[in-house]
């Protein structure tokens, strides 16, 4: 009887694995017996034994070593994006997909493989990250975990992509899906290939004295915003007060630098806090002249000759908002225009144009995460300092907008747009924020003109118009980026009231002091209920109300107008509000009894 040797031993077995790899991924683990596969590596049944102790071990080899080969496949690949694209591309072929038995076990074998012993799954498991931990290293992080995790989530669409073109009986749409799944991963890619030009909170620590936390924001050429850097603002955010200073720590210090190993990083953060300069900006003309210091003030909006709308305007809206909704002494704002035929034209465009630079393209899952970012940036003065300093700036500019109107719709300040001409974008949008708007009638026009610069609203104007008009008027208007005449925003109920333009700011005057006389707080509340609690579900809007209704109910001012009421009812034998002449007297004094204010 003839004897082999040890090394002919190993390349039977080699065979055995070789053949089985591509019959496997054919015919799957449990289409393919003992018997064929020792039929394709040219042998009988009777040999398999001296190879493996079971199905399940000749399965687990395979598996193993097709990994290895893949592996191999994707490091053949040039360095950087260029290889990275390169897999991509070949993984989500026409030629990958038609060849499963040449192609990737984890689209073949997959579903069988969680089905499959644990020895099957270890295989996989350790053969796998071997795969995705070389995919991992072209992205050149100093955090590898971060790198295989997200190299793993794109490998696991890139499968998931692949086995449903292959399960489609419709060729067209097969290709199709594979199309779409190439653009989804390179897109996936290229965030993964910008986490190493991360802007990012590099360092959050004590100092040695523990009273002040050290922050080193890392701001490269290029800033893109990813959800690390959303976990360290969170982080963040709630270790700290909404003024910046840290719970049980004195205020932060920071600084801002540019790309940096981990290591210098942390000693630039504790030896410096001066941020280096980031380059000149250009001089904005927007201002607010504000008139008076209690009551009623007066807001003039100075957008220079064209009555424009920038940052300055922004950081000054700011302010006086921040000013008024804080002030117990200030009861209304109204704001105006300085042109003489114009509320507020519309933004400049030259700082919306530099906003929207020096970012790589993304779609609206990254954008809505970008705007997420910029929400919590804001709410840490430090930070938002840091970021501000970066190409983020004008997204933060806008966010902070955002929430400046949000504070007008919150609070118990009454703001009422007199609006001396016309506004466009997001002229028309800061009126919309207002809580009433009074219009001049003539050859004025409001509305949302943004897509007749290929852009949407971006001042709210999307979400308050079709609030005050109605979703199909609003949308009409704003596909179309046609704006309302006065009496066409009347009738819409986009502006409350048209007068002749003469007489716009003294009637909104007039009707800021109206409102002025009543309770503060109560219009706040009001104010929240029908703003905020109105688009909610009616279960969760009448929550919201009832939690307002119970705050002022245990009030000291309305304690003591209810007590007054129910002592004149008593006294007099009708119902205060039931009198009309005290009725009267109540709707123009704001108050029934008592006084204006706690």
């Not at 924020?433 to 949302?448: K, T, Y």
């Not at 609690?533 to 002022?552: D, I, K, N, T, Y």
């Amino acid at each position: 009887m003839a004897r082999y040797g040890k090394q002919h031993k190993q390349a039977t077995r080699q065979r055995i694995i070789e053949a089985a790899g591509g019959r496997l991924k054919r015919d799957g683990i449990h289409g393919s017996g003992i018997a064929t596969l020792m039929a394709d590596a040219g042998m009988t049944n009777g040999a398999f034994y001296a190879h493996f102790e079971s199905k399940d071990d000749l399965v687990a080899t395979a598996v193993a070593q097709q990994l290895g080969e893949q592996r191999e496949s994707f490091s053949a690949q040039p360095p950087g994006r260029a290889g990275l694209e390169k897999i991509v591309r070949a993984y989500l072929s026409v030629e990958h997909r038609d060849n499963p038995e040449g192609g990737c076990p984890s689209a073949a074998l997959l579903d069988e493989i969680g089905r499959s012993p644990h020895a099957t799954k270890r295989a996989y498991t350790d053969g796998l990250l071997l795969v995705i931990d070389d995919i991992a290293a072209r992205l050149a992080s100093d955090d590898p975990h971060w790198a295989r995790m997200k190299t793993l989530s794109v490998f696991a669409l890139m499968v998931g992509t692949l086995q449903v073109s292959r399960a489609l009986a419709n060729r067209q749409l097969a290709d199709e899906v594979l199309e779409q799944g190439i653009q989804n991963a390179l897109a996936h890619e290229e965030a993964l290939m910008s986490r190493a030009v991360d802007l990012r909170l590099d360092a959050i620590e004590p100092a040695q004295d523990d009273t002040v936390l050290n922050v080193t924001v890392v701001a490269p050429p290029l800033n893109v915003v990813t959800t690390e850097f959303i976990r360290d603002l969170d982080g963040l955010t709630a270790a700290v007060d909404t003024d910046g200073t840290p719970n049980g720590h004195t205020p932060i210090r920071g600084g801002i630098m540019q790309e940096q190993s981990k290591q210098t990083a942390r000693r630039s953060a504790r030896g410096s806090t001066k941020a280096p300069e980031r380059g000149g900006t250009s001089q904005s003309v927007g201002h607010i002249a504000v008139e008076g210091q209690a009551g009623v003030l007066v807001a003039r909006l100075d957008g220079g000759p064209h009555a424009l709308f920038d940052a300055s305007i922004a950081k000054e809206l700011k302010e006086l908002v921040d000013r008024a909704d804080r002030d117990p002494d200030i009861h209304a704002v109204v704001f105006t225009g300085t042109h003489p035929d114009r509320f507020l034209s519309h933004s400049d465009v030259a700082w919306l144009q530099k906003g929207g630079t020096g970012f790589p393209p993304i779609n609206t899952r990254i954008a809505r995460l970008v705007a997420r970012t910029a929400r919590l940036i804001n709410r840490v003065p430090i930070v938002r300092t840091l970021a501000g300093m970066t190409r983020l700036k004008t997204l933060l500019q806008l966010d902070s907008f955002h929430a400046t109107f949000l504070k007008m719709n919150a609070s118990g300040t009454i703001f009422i747009a007199a609006i001396n001409g016309s506004a466009l974008a997001v002229g028309a949008e800061l009126a919309w924020a207002c809580d009433l708007r009074i219009m001049a009638d003539g050859d004025f026009v409001i509305g949302l003109t943004e897509v007749l610069l290929a852009l949407t609203p971006g001042g709210g104007g999307s979400q308050r118009l079709p609030r005050l008009i109605g979703t199909q008027q609003a949308l009409v208007a704003v596909l179309e980026g046609r704006p309302f005449t006065p009496a066409e925003a009347l009738s819409l109920g986009a502006v409350d009231e048209v007068v002749p333009q003469e007489e716009v700011l003294a009637r909104s005057i007039e009707r800021a002091e109206f409102l002025s006389l009543r309770s503060k707080k109560s219009l706040g509340a009001i104010k929240r209920s029908i703003y905020f609690g109105s688009s909610l579900s009616l279960e969760h809007g009448l929550q919201f109300e009832h939690a307002e209704f119970l705050v002022r109910d245990q009030s000291k001012e309305a304690q003591g107008r209810m007590l007054e009421y129910i002592a004149t009812t008593d006294a007099t034998g009708e119902l205060p509000l039931l009198d009309r002449e005290t009725y009267a007297r109540a709707l123009s004094a704001g108050r029934i009894g008592g006084s204006s204010s706690e």
